[in-house]
């Protein structure tokens, strides 16, 4: 079994400027992908709604793999991106079997 202990430890400042820059470019990213998404499915951005990037790994009917990733999400659900084929769909799996 492994042993968990609880941990905090400070980042050398090397580590911790790459990490605050690189923190602002996912941050960057994502709401760019966000805005694509809701432009796409013509959903609105608010202070509501959630933006992350939650992939999920699939197999699509093909054989090859894939991912559905929940990138906006609001009270009515989740706008995905799913790649390939490189498509915005809403709810998340509207599509089908791809």
Known sequence: MTDITTKRVELQPADRERMRYLSGEVRDRLAEMAQITARTLGMDLNPETVVKFDPLAVHHD?????????IICGPEGCGCYVEPPGICEFPCGAAGPL
Do not use: F, I, K
Request: hydrophobic share 35%.
């Open 62 to 70: 093909d054989g090859e793999a894939g991912m559905h990733v929940e």
